[in-house]
């Protein structure tokens, strides 16, 4: 196994999942056989191969289209939507949504 | 009404737009006579989460004030349109398919939909999706899945499963969906409409709901490859809210759709035909190939050598930013809050709760992909071949204007056949994939039935921001296979 149990419970915590067992369980196969697939990920040489994060346009289509316009003018426009926003959120005391306690003891 | 030999009698634009015109029916009426078809209709598809009677009323009723007064009518004046679930809509329920979010309203427009609404649309409803448009049945929503219309025990794809369902069963004259990986092109073949991928940027993102960033588009579901444009025309170009929309000029989509493909060279990929394609889906590719090739196309071998790790670096992309996207639903600001003594606890439970196991595999799968550790073998070496694949693409377009393939190995699968499978399910994303990673338009379109009746799609890519040419082969194969008048 690619995978123990302990992978699936460290990954779980940092991204704040709430997990039974069964889906420990499940998850821990399942992750293991995905990942068993994406090593063939490992075949290709990539060694000078420039990561991809975002599309560029001119490397994709052989042109050298500028497809991105200048960042805008940092400028405030006044926000219309709070209210609605925290009419609906699970607990809101205006105007701040109130969460329990930070700290855990 | 104008008809189509493939949908027939079926409401189109233009059809809608003479009978506004000419007075044989009233925006108000056609929209009434849709919400009537759906509500008859929707019990069993389950196509639709949410209907939108009161804003559709009303913008039906502007239009034919709008009629009366004798103004000139905008592009989509009283066209019932479909949003799916995950585009957000201003007092309409926004669910994104998951139980996170039963009860979210949206305070403001996506800017896809303020177009709409601009051009004249009268807004039918919000349709049924995978979770937070992850999967490819529908079979992940968390209000259960969507039935094909052609075939009702069959997935209608997805993620997009009820926009594509809705205008394959005529409960709505066109819709938009969502493509990550395949999510708008796959249900488009499964259900036989066309279902159009545009470029990365090229239309507005503000107000989707976030999936994978450098991945995710809009774009729509139609009967008709030109309706399909009518609808790119609306929602294309570059918005102030999201840095990612391209500057690009809008090209005049309808007017490219005449233009005579003769000379074109189509280039077929060979890697898009070896094992895993079904049978009777090579059968109905080839000859539509045949048919663009009877056009004047000249038909041009290609290899696409990355082809087939195109998978393994789409998911764990596509899964990296959605761990990161997905964080925003921790119960404290909108949605499920599942209460608890300390917020880390309320995160926790929350989200194991308010997520399908699903939208858990993909956050668990891209969280362990971004992990100390992880990131380099994973990660960056998924974002090094994503490069490797886009440069395929630029490479066959030094030879090609447009690349043809199956849109998905199959035809739509019965209901729960891959349901316990994630790894098959994943699988069968990959003939979508590649263009989803390259960012190139690409679109579906009906290229006829297998003997049991089910669609199969053909796929047309073309180059960054070239629609135009991707909808004018997608246009005449569709007249020249007498799909469409």
């Known amino acids: ?105 | 009404m104008s008809a189509t030999s493939h949908f027939p009698g079926r409401w189109t634009i233009p059809a809608v737009r003479d009978a506004l015109r000419t007075r044989k029916a009233s925006a108000r009426e056609i929209y009434s006579h849709f919400i009537a078809r759906i509500e008859k209709r929707n019990p069993e598809l389950n196509a639709y989460l949410t209907l939108s009677p009161e804003r559709g009323l009303a913008q039906a009723n502007r239009i034919d004030a709008a009629i009366a007064r004798g103004d000139e009518l905008p592009p989509l004046a009283g066209v019932p349109v479909a949003i799916k679930d995950v585009i957000s809509t201003t007092g309409i329920r926004t669910t994104c398919g998951s139980k996170i979010l039963e009860h979210y309203i949206p305070p403001f427009d996506a800017t896809a939909v303020e177009r709409l609404e601009r051009a004249g649309a009268t807004f039918l409803g919000k349709t049924n999706c995978d979770e937070f448009a992850m999967g490819g049945s529908n079979e992940n929503s968390a209000y259960g899945p969507v039935k094909n219309p052609v075939a009702l025990d069959h997935v209608p794809g997805g993620s997009s499963g009820g926009s594509a369902a809705v205008v394959a069963a005529d409960l709505a004259v066109v819709s938009l969906g969502t493509d990550t990986g395949g999510s708008i092109r796959q249900p488009g073949s499964f259900c036989g409409v066309p279902a159009l991928m545009p470029t990365y940027g090229r239309v507005s993102r503000y107000g989707l709901v976030a999936f994978a960033s450098s991945l995710d588009k809009i774009g729509p579901f139609a009967t008709t490859v030109s309706d399909a444009a009518a609808v790119l025309s609306v929602i294309a170009g570059h918005d102030r809210n999201d840095s990612t929309s391209a500057s690009m000029s809008v090209s005049d989509y309808l007017a490219a759709l005449g233009q005579p493909v003769e000379g074109l060279r189509i280039g077929v990929p060979e890697d898009y035909f070896g094992t895993g394609l079904d049978d009777e889906v090579r059968a109905k590719v080839e000859a539509a190939i045949s048919v663009l090739e009877k056009l004047g196309c000249k038909r041009i071998p290609l290899h696409m050598p990355h082809t087939e790790f195109a998978i393994a670096a789409y998911y764990i992309i596509a899964t990296a930013e959605a761990s990161s996207n997905l964080a925003r639903f921790d119960g404290v600001r909108y949605g499920l809050r599942v209460p608890e003594e300390t917020l880390g606890k309320m995160y926790r439970t929350t989200r194991g709760q308010g997520f399908g196991p699903e939208v858990k595999r993909r956050i668990m799968l891209g969280t362990y992909a971004l992990s100390s550790g992880y990131y380099d073998a994973y990660y960056l070496r998924a974002q090094r071949v994503r490069s490797l694949i886009a440069q395929d693409f630029a490479d066959a377009f030094q030879k090609v204007d447009v690349i043809v393939t199956p849109t998905a190995p199959t035809p739509a699968f019965r209901l729960g056949e891959k349901a316990a499978d994630p790894l098959q399910m994943y699988l069968a994303d990959i003939y979508t994939v590649t263009g989803s990673l390259a960012g190139v338009p690409g679109i579906s379109v009906p290229c006829g039935d297998t003997a049991a009746g089910l669609p199969v799609g053909l796929q047309i890519f073309g180059r960054h921001f070239d629609e135009a040419r991707v909808l004018q082969v997608a246009r005449s194969y569709e007249r020249a296979s007498g799909n469409a008048d």
């Open chain 1, 1 to 105: 196994m690619k995978i123990s149990r302990e992978d699936v419970l460290r990954v779980a915590e940092l991204a704040h999942l709430e997990l039974t067992t069964a889906e420990v369980d499940m998850y821990q196969s399942q992750l293991d056989q995905i990942l068993g697939y994406v090593d063939k990920l490992m075949q290709v040489d990539v060694a000078k191969v420039e990561p991809m994060s975002q599309v560029v346009f001119a490397a994709a289509s052989g042109g050298s289209a500028d497809a991105h316009p200048e960042l805008r003018e940092d400028v405030v426009l006044p926000c219309t939507v709070a209210e609605p926003i925290l009419a609906q959120a699970p607990d809101a005391a205006k105007p701040f949504f109130r969460v329990p306690r930070v700290i855990e003891r």
